[in-house]
């Protein structure tokens, strides 16, 4: 059984630009959900896809957008990257009726400069 | 809305001893409970979660946890910590098995040889 995968493990970016993270969810899960994690804080919720569909946002302003696939992996997409954004992106899958709750990859560490 | 109060930043204690991270939550609907733990430069671990049931629930590395709904509290107890214990820990609500968890700020726990 494969866990969540997230790529890239690390990326630095420069204020203005775009970025695209991706993440592979654990086998037989449907639902995917974004956290940004700044340092030394407790993980935010961003978004949460289900079928492919917005299923669930956080306080995230719009330049934050994702992506679920067929097979449900799933993007996040930032623009306009801000010095803030700096943070730990951590992806979470799990079933619609997650009894078993969530599985957490070991997440992107994205630095803005 | 659903918030979590993690009481205390940092616990420090000696190794083999007990320890408890103290954890209140705050909503107006039912509830699950988790505690997550997350070592040095990776993504987070379930240890444990309370869905229904038996309000004593025990997790993965000898952790273990106490539902108390008068006093809206999910305290995380070990009887023995080791070295290894040394982590960030994480106390977090849902109000469904599939819905975005809220997260704590997180209590660094120390173990001191």
């Known amino acids: 059984e494969t866990g969540v995968t997230q790529s890239p493990t690390h990326l630095i970016k420069t204020r203005g630009q775009q970025v695209t993270l991706r993440c592979s969810s654990q086998?037989?899960?449907?639902?995917v959900s974004w956290y940004q994690q700044a340092l030394g804080q407790g993980p935010q919720f961003i978004f949460q896809?289900?079928?492919?569909?917005?299923?669930g946002r956080g306080n995230f302003p719009p330049r934050f957008s994702g992506l679920q696939f067929p097979n449900y992996s799933s993007e996040l997409n930032v623009n306009a990257l801000e010095l803030d954004d700096s943070a730990l992106y951590l992806c979470?899958?799990?079933?619609?009726?997650?009894?078993?709750?969530?599985?957490f990859g070991s997440g992107t560490r994205l630095t803005v400069v | 809305a659903q918030s979590v109060t993690q009481l205390d930043s940092q616990v420090p204690v000696f190794e083999e001893a007990p320890v408890e991270l103290r954890c209140n939550y705050s909503?107006?609907?039912?509830?699950?409970l988790f505690w997550y733990v997350q070592y040095p430069n990776q993504g987070l671990q379930l240890l444990l979660k309370?869905?229904?049931?038996?309000?004593l629930v025990k997790g993965i590395n000898g952790f273990e946890a106490e539902f108390n709904k008068s006093q809206t509290s999910f305290h995380l107890r070990k009887p023995s910590v080791h070295i290894s214990d040394t982590a960030e820990y994480f106390c977090?609500?849902?109000?469904?098995?599939?819905?975005?968890?809220?997260f704590g700020s997180g209590t660094r726990l120390s173990i001191r040889p």
């Open positions: 979470a899958s799990s079933l619609v009726s997650g009894y078993y709750g969530y599985t």
């Open positions: 086998s037989g899960h449907n639902t």
């Open positions: 896809y289900y079928r492919e569909e917005e299923n």
């Open positions: 909503s107006s609907v039912s509830v699950y």
């Open positions: 309370y869905l229904s049931g038996s309000t």
């Open positions: 977090a609500v849902s109000v469904s098995s599939a819905s975005k968890i809220i």
